[in-house]
Structures are given as C-alpha cells and as structure tokens.
C-alpha cells in the first residue's frame, strides 16, 4: 500500500511538470549520473571488489606498503586482504572495505592523511584476528599461547602479536620518504585520463 502511494505521489509530481521542466530534471539527472560513473571510474572503484594488493596502490601513499609487503614472505603466501579485513562473513568483509575505503579516501583528498600510516583500533584488531585465524596450529599448538584477544592486550593483558613481531611484513614504520625507491617494485596503475584529454589540459 505504501508503494503504490508514493508512486501515485510520483506520477502526479511527474504530470505536474511543464515539457522544459522534465527536460531540464532528464538532462540533469544524466549530467549527475554521468559524473558519478566518471568519478568511480577515475577511483578505479571496481578494482576494490576484488582481492588483488595491486588495488591498494590506486592511493600513491600506499605504494611504500606494498613494496614492503611484496618483498616479505606475506608476500608469497597472503594478500593485503587476507590481513586488513574481516574474514567471518562476505557482507562484514565488505562493510568494513567499504568504511574503511571511505575514511581513507576522505583523509587523502581534505589532504590530511599521515606520511606513516598508523592502523586504528578496530583495523588493528581486525589485523590480530587474521593472525590468529591463520597461525592457529602455531598458536595453540606449538607455542599453546591460546586465543589472543586485541583488546585484552591493548587493555594489558597480554600481548599483540606485533609487540613481538614488529617488521612483519612491512618492515617497521613506512612512509613514502622513508622507503626511497619503493615506487620501482609496485605496479602503479596508469592514469584513466585519456591521451588526447591529457594533452588538452598539458599532463602528458
């Protein structure tokens, strides 16, 4: 019932508008649209629905991370994913990303991002969980250290996993000046400008 009101309500907006009225709102609504595929398709937003690190260096500031990462034994065996987000179900997997994506994209384009990235609570305790999920006979068998919890080490009881192992796998505290070179061993996207627009506006 309350859909076919709204869409009488619909019509009867839609019958009330002149000819120039409903041109007008068509082209405006496609100029929008327009725009918004141009800006996903700049963001290269389709690459984040996969599992490939090479997505995380459409952000330049991620580069020395991926060099890092490409150049320790995560690198062999573990993708950025396999670490920095949920793995309990597909819809949390991407909630997160899609947050998490969003506070980042935020912070670079207001220009406040950091030189060296620092993981927040819940990226950390994300981080720990997939240490945990993937070192579980290492854990609980070799070392029988038991299960872990984040916040029960960020509280001190108990320690992260980083506490010792502090260079796994991207080497301590990166930043785009502290790992000079790091553009050489990851693969950045080339631009999505076309040729002819970039000399237009001299960028070639």
């Known amino acids: ?32 649209f327009g725009l918004g595929f141009l800006f996903l398709y700049l963001l290269r937003a389709h690459t984040y629905l996969t599992d ?13 991370y991926y060099a890092t990462w490409s150049h320790s034994s995560h690198g062999r065996d573990a993708t950025c994913n396999d670490c920095h987000v949920p793995h309990d179900n597909i819809f949390k997997k991407y909630f ?3 947050s998490d994506g969003l506070r980042h994209t935020a912070l670079f384009v ?14 950390a305790e994300v981080i720990m ?4 999920r993937c070192h579980t006979q290492l854990n609980r068998e070799f070392v029988n250290t038991g299960r872990i919890d984040y916040m029960l ?10 506490d010792c192992h502090r260079n796994i796998p991207h080497g301590g505290m990166n930043s785009l000046s502290s790992t000079p070179g790091g553009h050489a061993a990851t693969p950045l996207p080339a631009s999505p ?3 002819w627009l970039q000399k237009v506006i001299g960028a070639d």
Request: some cysteine; hydrophobic content about 40%; glycine content about 8%.
């Open 96 to 98: 997160f990303k899609a």
């Open 52 to 64: 490939e690190p090479s997505a995380c260096v459409n952000c330049h500031i991620m580069t020395p």
């Open 129 to 132: 969980n997939n240490c945990i």
């Open 1 to 32: 019932m309350a859909i076919r009101t709204v869409a009488n309500k619909l019509k009867n907006m839609k019958d009330s508008l002149s000819y120039g009225q409903k041109v007008f709102l068509t082209g405006s609504l496609g100029v929008m």
């Open 193 to 195: 400008v076309p040729k």
């Open 153 to 162: 080490a960020k509280k001190g009881e108990g320690m992260a996993c980083w």
């Open 110 to 123: 207001t220009h406040n991002e950091r030189q060296a990235i620092r993981t927040l609570d819940a990226g």
